[in-house]
């Protein structure tokens, strides 16, 4: 039975990869700070384990405590969208600690196996904004960009051993609570830089105006994900979602 170590399980795309790849068969280790198995389907191939992934010893913890892992899928993230003006260092570090430095750690803390395999797969989610510039992304979107770079790279790096490094690029999914939480946490920093109000009106009408009904669902990130996982002759880059797909062309 295959197995795949999902973070960021506790909504959004990692709860809904951890159900699809349950109801596939395989055994899952599903992921988060304060571990709850209440939120998934009961079964025997479930594991529910706590991690973060900005703290080296729960990484090992956890790496440790999953036994046999097939996939690993770094899924945990931190929305912001704010000018930099806006953004304190102590959020920029928070950003790129989970959303870049967390996924190096977590993909090295799984190479040993993978290479004692000769297979495994490491899939990265990252962020449409990291392919195409957006407004008040800038912090958001560098995090990202490095993942995607760091991902691409890592590709080359791991061939030899027969472990594949995959980048799954959605877009913006509503349906998920990602931009919710984004924006509480640019409330509970100050908000927006009052210089910046102006521009900051222009860009959301802005993006109301062009969104065309575009978006990704969570069907689509699952979707790519289990690409990744199954299929070795997928390109290293996976777009998902209709607005992904329509802003990269």
């Known amino acids: 039975m295959n197995s795949v170590m999902i973070t ?4 959004g795309f990692g709860h809904a990869i951890a159900c699809a790849f349950l109801d596939r068969g395989w055994r899952v280790i599903a992921t988060m700070r304060t571990p709850r198995a209440d939120l998934f389907p009961a079964s025997e191939n479930l594991l529910v384990l706590p991690l973060d992934v900005t703290d080296e010893d729960s990484i090992g913890r956890a790496v440790a405590a ?7 899928v770094n899924n945990a993230g931190i929305g912001w969208l704010n000018a930099l003006e806006g953004t304190s260092d102590d959020v920029i570090r928070t950003i790129f600690e989970t959303n870049t430095f967390g996924t190096m ?19 990265n989610v990252s962020s449409s904004t990291a392919l195409v510039p957006m407004d008040l992304l800038s912090v958001y979107g560098a995090s990202k960009a490095a993942v995607n770079h760091f991902t691409e790279t890592l590709a080359l790096e791991l061939a030899p051993f027969g472990i ?19 924006k509480l946490r640019i409330k509970d920093a100050g908000g927006f830089p009052e210089a910046y109000q102006d521009h900051v009106t222009k860009v959301f009408a802005k993006l109301e105006q062009s969104s065309d009904g ?36």
């Open 8 to 11: 960021g399980c506790s909504s």
């Open 66 to 72: 999953a036994g046999q892992i097939d996939v690993l």
């Open 105 to 123: 750690a977590m993909t090295r803390e799984v190479l040993a196996q993978f290479r004692a395999q000769g297979s495994g797969v490491v899939i």
């Open 164 to 182: 594949r490094a995959r980048l799954v690029v959605p877009g913006h999914a509503p349906e998920t609570p990602f931009g919710t939480t984004a």
């Open 214 to 249: 575009l978006m990704t669902t969570v069907e689509d990130v699952v979707d790519a994900v289990w690409q990744a996982a199954t299929d070795p002759d997928s390109p290293i880059r996976i777009l998902a979602g209709a607005d992904t797909k329509a802003i990269v062309g």
